[in-house]
C-alpha cells in the first residue's frame, strides 16, 4: 500500500470511523477559507475616508454644497407641515390615505403591534378594493412582529406587500444591510418623512415611557416626487416592478414657498450621503446648533467638527434618550463613551429621561432643518438605508427649537467634572459597549 493510500485509507478506532487528511491539504483549506474570509471583509467593509473642508461659509453658503454632494436638488414652491408625536402623525397620514386616488406607498423599517397597525391594515385593504395601487415595503427584522392575520387581510384585498431583505439563507450577505427608512407617498402629491414607527408606542404624544417621542413632516410640492424616487429605488431592487408614469410622478406645481431637498442613501462601501450631509451641516454653524437624536456614536471627524463648531462661537446642544428611558441600554452606554470628550470640547449635553426620544433632528442657525430617519451612527451611515429631509424654513426651524426647549423640561444636563466622576463600573459598561458600535 502506497503512503497515499495510507493517508485516505479508513480506520475503524473506538467504533468510529476517521478519515485521515494529508497535513498540506488541511493547512491549504485553512488557507483557503482565511482567503476567502480576508476577501469578504475587504468587500463589505467600508472604505475609511476622513472627511475634512478647507474653506467653508455659512449655512447659505454651504447649501448649494449640501444640496450637490449628497446627490440631491433644492426643489422650491414646497409646503412643510411640521408633526410632533403620534397624535401629530397619524391622525394626518389616516386622512390623506383616506382620501388617495391612484396610489399609497409606504415603506418602514418597522411595523409591530397595536391599534394603529390594524386599522392602517384596514384602511390599506380598503382602498386596494377601491381599485387604488396600494403597495407596502416593510424591513424584514423590523417587520417580524406584525401579526399574520394582517398580511393575509392585505392579500386578499389586492396590497402588495414585501418584506426588504428577508431573512433566508440565500440573503445571509446581505442581512446586515436594513431598511431603516420611513416614508409615505399618496397619489405622488403627499409626503411623509420622520422617525415614526407603524406601532403603538408612537401613538399618543409622550405621555409615558409606553408612548415616545417623535417628529416628522408632512409636505406637499415638488419634493415629493424625490421622495417617490427614493421608495422606488428599493421597491425596485425587491420586486423589479418600475412604478413610473404620471400616475407616479405627476408633473411638480408649487404648493407653498419653502425649498427642499432630500439625501438617502444605500451602502456602497464609500461615504454615505446623509453621513456628508450631517458633517456639512455642523461645519456650516455660526450661531447655534441643535441635535436630538435617540443614538450618538459621532466619528472623529464628526466629533473634530463639533468641537471646531464650539471654537467659532456656535452653541452647540445635544438631547439623547437617558439610558432608563431608551429602548436599547447598550447604545446609551456606547454613546457615553464620548460624552467626557464632547463635554470638555464646549459641547451642551442634555439626556431625556420621560420616554424614549427618537427623533432625528438637527437645526443650524435658526434657517435650515434636516428631519429623517438618520441615527447619528455607523449603522445608519454605513450600513442602513436612510433619509433625511432638508428643508430652509425659518419657520419650522423655530418651531423645533421651540420644540427643544420644551422637552428640556425632562432633560438633564451633563456637566464634565460630574460625568468624570461617574462610577467605575459605569465607565466599563460604557467602553464594552463602545467595541460594538459598528453594528448598533
Given amino acids: 500500500m502506497t503512503t497515499k493510500q495510507k493517508h485516505k485509507r479508513l480506520e475503524y478506532v473506538n467504533r468510529t470511523h476517521v478519515v485521515r487528511v494529508p497535513l498540506v491539504a488541511l493547512i491549504g483549506m485553512i488557507g483557503a477559507i482565511a482567503a476567502l474570509t480576508l476577501l469578504l471583509w475587504t468587500y463589505w467593509r467600508p ?4 472627511l475634512h473642508i478647507p ?3 455659512d449655512i447659505n453658503t454651504l447649501l448649494p454644497s449640501i444640496v450637490s454632494v449628497t446627490q440631491g436638488s433644492l426643489e422650491p414652491g414646497n409646503q412643510v407641515q411640521l408633526l410632533q408625536n403620534g397624535d401629530g402623525f397619524f391622525p394626518l397620514l389616516f386622512r390623506d390615505i383616506a382620501a388617495a386616488r391612484e396610489t399609497v406607498h409606504i415603506e418602514s423599517y418597522i411595523w409591530w403591534e397595536g391599534r394603529v397597525c390594524d386599522e392602517l391594515a384596514a384602511l390599506l385593504s380598503k382602498k386596494a378594493r377601491e381599485g387604488v395601487e396600494v403597495r407596502v415595503m416593510i424591513d424584514a427584522s423590523g417587520g417580524h412582529r406584525m401579526k399574520k392575520q394582517l398580511l393575509e387581510e392585505m392579500a386578499r384585498a389586492g396590497v402588495k406587500f414585501i418584506n426588504f431583505h428577508p431573512i433566508s439563507l440565500a440573503s ?7 431598511d431603516h427608512r420611513k416614508v409615505a407617498i399618496i397619489d405622488g402629491r403627499i409626503g411623509y418623512v420622520g422617525g415614526y414607527g407603524i406601532a403603538k408606542e408612537w401613538t399618543g404624544h409622550a405621555q409615558d415611557k409606553e408612548h415616545w417621542r417623535d417628529t416628522g413632516l408632512r409636505v406637499v410640492g415638488p419634493i415629493v416626487n424625490r421622495l417617490q424616487g427614493a421608495f422606488c429605488e428599493n421597491w425596485i431592487e425587491q420586486t423589479g416592478e418600475v412604478p413610473a408614469g404620471e400616475k407616479y410622478f405627476p408633473k411638480p406645481q408649487a404648493a407653498g414657498t419653502t425649498p427642499a431637498h432630500i439625501a438617502y ?4 462601501g464609500s461615504v454615505s450621503s446623509v453621513q456628508v450631509l450631517f458633517y456639512l451641516a455642523i461645519k456650516s454653524a455660526k450661531r447655534e446648533l441643535i441635535i436630538q437624536n435617540p443614538y450618538l456614536l459621532p466619528s472623529d471627524d464628526a466629533m473634530n467638527a463639533l468641537e471646531e463648531a464650539v471654537k467659532r462661537g456656535v452653541d452647540v446642544k445635544v438631547m439623547v434618550p437617558g439610558t432608563k428611558s431608551t429602548d436599547s441600554p447598550v447604545v446609551q452606554h456606547a454613546s457615553h463613551h464620548h460624552f467626557g470628550t464632547l463635554l470638555k470640547r464646549g459641547v451642551k449635553i442634555y439626556e431625556y429621561n420621560h420616554t424614549l426620544l427618537h427623533q432625528k433632528v438637527i437645526v443650524v442657525d435658526g434657517l435650515w432643518a434636516g428631519i429623517g430617519s438618520t441615527n447619528f ?5 454605513e450600513l ?3 433619509i433625511t429631509l432638508g428643508v430652509v424654513d425659518p419657520q419650522i426651524a423655530a418651531q423645533l427649537r421651540a420644540a427643544f426647549d420644551d422637552d428640556m ?9 460630574e460625568w468624570s466622576d461617574r462610577p467605575l463600573w459605569h465607565k466599563a459598561l460604557d467602553g464594552l459597549a463602545y467595541l460594538a458600535r459598528g453594528q448598533m
Fill in 384 to 386: 442602513n438605508d436612510e
Fill in 55 to 57: 474653506d467653508h461659509g
Fill in 47 to 50: 472604505t475609511p475616508v476622513k
Fill in 377 to 381: 451612527d455607523d449603522r445608519s451611515f
Fill in 265 to 268: 442613501t444605500s451602502p456602497t
Fill in 172 to 178: 445571509i450577505g446581505r442581512l446586515n444591510n436594513r
Fill in 409 to 417: 423640561r425632562f432633560a438633564e444636563k451633563r456637566e464634565f467634572q
